[in-house]
């Protein structure tokens, strides 16, 4: 089985500053890792992912992402964020085999709030 | 092209009655998933369909859970009958395959009172 956790439920900061949203998963298997954010009253929407590859992966808004296999990590970082990226952002993994392949399991979410 | 949509968008019921929420995939998605979403948490699966028939259903309760999605498009999840705990919303979600990325429609929040 697979979990994750979202070390910080909420994080404030100001606009143009940097930000980080910590996620670490557990697996007995290699897994494929996910960002999605969610605006207010709006469904997921798939923000980035590591499939294979690059560790790094970058969104098309200004995020990015690292796969860190050792740290069992994949932490979100924008340099600069706007108000416009206040939004909850939830970390997800799916099993790569086993007996959950294909079943996408979420961490508890992060609140990002962006004060002009 | 169209989204996931979901309805209603919003429900407030007493408890011990019923409800049923409705989902339309985006066209030519084979897979459906039924997510339950409890206020500061992340989804959780409930229910996962490739066409008709549903393939992981591990996290139904099925006691009081009923999903059918009968030809394979649109899906209805049941709660019959509602409980306190049962508030939360329920999304549903869409992919070409059960390996393809999701796209989740914007969720039904439920009350029940």
């Known amino acids: 089985a697979q979990s994750v956790t979202q070390l910080d439920s909420q994080v404030p900061v100001f606009e143009e500053a940097p930000v980080e949203l910590r996620c670490n998963y557990s697996s007995s298997v290699s897994v494929y890792l996910f960002w999605y954010v969610q605006y207010p009253n709006q469904g997921l929407q798939l923000l980035l992912k590591?499939?294979?590859?690059?560790?790094l992966v970058e969104s098309i808004n200004g995020f990015e992402a690292e796969f860190n296999k050792s740290q069992t990590s994949f932490h979100l970082r924008k340099p600069s964020v706007h108000i416009s990226d206040t939004a909850e952002y939830f970390c997800?993994?799916?099993?790569?085999?086993?007996?959950?392949?294909?079943?996408?399991?979420f961490g508890q979410g992060t609140i990002l709030t962006v004060h002009p | 092209e169209a989204g996931v949509v979901q309805s209603p968008r919003y429900k407030i019921i007493e408890k011990k009655q019923p409800v049923a929420f409705w989902c339309n995939p985006i066209?030519?998605?084979?897979?459906l998933y039924w997510y339950l979403q409890n206020l500061g948490q992340g989804p959780e699966l409930l229910i996962r369909?490739?066409?008709?028939?549903?393939?992981?259903d591990s996290q139904l309760p099925k006691d009081r859970f009923s999903a059918e999605r009968l030809k394979g498009v649109d899906s209805t999840l049941k709660i019959q009958p509602a409980e306190l705990g049962d508030s939360a919303v329920y999304l549903c979600?869409?992919?070409?395959?059960?390996?393809?990325?999701?796209?989740f429609g914007p969720g039904t929040r439920l009350t029940v009172t």
């Open positions: 369909y490739e066409n008709e028939e549903a393939v992981d």
């Open positions: 979600a869409s992919s070409l395959n059960h390996l393809g990325e999701q796209y």
């Open positions: 066209s030519g998605h084979n897979t």
């Open positions: 590591y499939l294979s590859g690059s560790t």
């Open positions: 997800a993994v799916r099993a790569a085999g086993g007996t959950s392949y294909g079943k996408l399991t």
